[in-house]
C-alpha cells in the first residue's frame, strides 16, 4: 500500500486578499510571511524523513512550501503537474466576492465557493477534470512507490479533488470542502486491490500525524 500525504501550501498574498488563485504563478502568490510560519511550523511538528519523496506542483507557492518541509529531511524532490490547482479560467485572479456578487447561482451559500456550473461560464477547468488527473497520480505513484510514503505539496482543491476520487463521489461534488492552508490529508491507496483509504482529512500542525 502507499501513503500519501496531501499538504496544501502555506498562505499567500492572493489568500489574504480572497482572491481566485488557480494556475496564477506571479508575486501575488507567492507565500507571506505568515505562509512561510505555516510551513516552518508543520515542518517542526512533522518529521517527513520517513518518505519516500516530496512531489509538489510546479507552482512556486508548492515548490517554496516543500522546500521548508524538507530542509532537514533532504528527501528526492520532484514536481508533477496533475498536483496543480484547478485552473478557473477567465476567473483567475479574481475576486471571490464580486464573482460571487455577481453570479450567485454558481456559489455555494455554505462554502462560499464556486459549484461545478461554474465552468462554462468561466471556461475553467471542471471539477471531474482535476478529480481525473488526483487519481492518476495517486495510481502512477502507487505504481512506483508500492510501499513507499509521498509527501505531496499542493492545493486546497486538489485535495478536496483526491478525497471526492478516492471516495468515488460524483454524487455530491461539495460534500467535501477545500482545507486549510499547510494542513495534512492523508490517503491510502492498496493497488493490489484497487482501494482507496481517507485516513485523515485537513489536519493542521500538531503531534497527531
Known amino acids: 500500500m502507499t501513503n500519501f ?17 488557480g494556475t496564477i504563478n506571479s508575486e501575488i502568490t507567492n507565500l507571506t510571511e505568515v505562509g512561510k510560519s505555516q510551513a516552518n511550523q508543520l515542518h517542526d511538528q512533522l518529521d517527513i524523513g520517513f518518505a519516500s519523496l516530496i512531489v509538489s506542483s510546479p507552482l512556486q ?18 514536481t508533477d503537474e ?10 483567475d485572479g479574481q475576486s471571490n466576492a464580486d464573482l460571487k456578487d455577481k453570479f450567485p447561482e454558481v ?11 461554474y465552468a462554462s461560464l468561466a471556461n475553467g477547468e471542471t471539477f471531474q477534470q482535476v478529480i481525473y488527473r488526483a487519481k492518476q497520480f495517486m495510481m502512477d505513484y502507487a505504481k512506483q512507490y508500492p510501499q513507499g510514503d509521498i509527501i505531496a505539496v499542493t492545493h486546497g482543491f486538489t485535495i478536496k479533488a483526491a ?4 471516495t468515488n463521489n460524483s454524487d455530491d461534488l461539495m460534500a467535501v470542502e477545500e482545507p486549510d492552508n ?9 493497488r493490489e486491490h484497487e482501494n482507496y483509504y481517507v485516513r485523515y482529512f485537513n489536519r493542521v500542525a500538531d503531534s497527531r500525524f
Open 107 to 117: 456559489f455555494d451559500p455554505v462554502l462560499n465557493d464556486v459549484l461545478p456550473e
Open 5 to 21: 500525504y496531501f499538504v496544501r501550501h502555506g498562505q499567500t498574498s492572493a489568500n489574504k486578499a480572497g482572491l481566485k488563485q
Open 163 to 166: 478525497v471526492l476520487g478516492a
Open 182 to 190: 499547510c494542513s495534512v490529508t492523508k490517503i491510502t491507496y492498496d
Open 61 to 78: 507557492r508548492t515548490v517554496d512550501t516543500a522546500a521548508i518541509l524538507n530542509q532537514n529531511a533532504n528527501l528526492k524532490t520532484e
Open 82 to 91: 496533475r498536483l496543480l490547482e484547478i485552473s478557473y479560467g477567465e476567473w
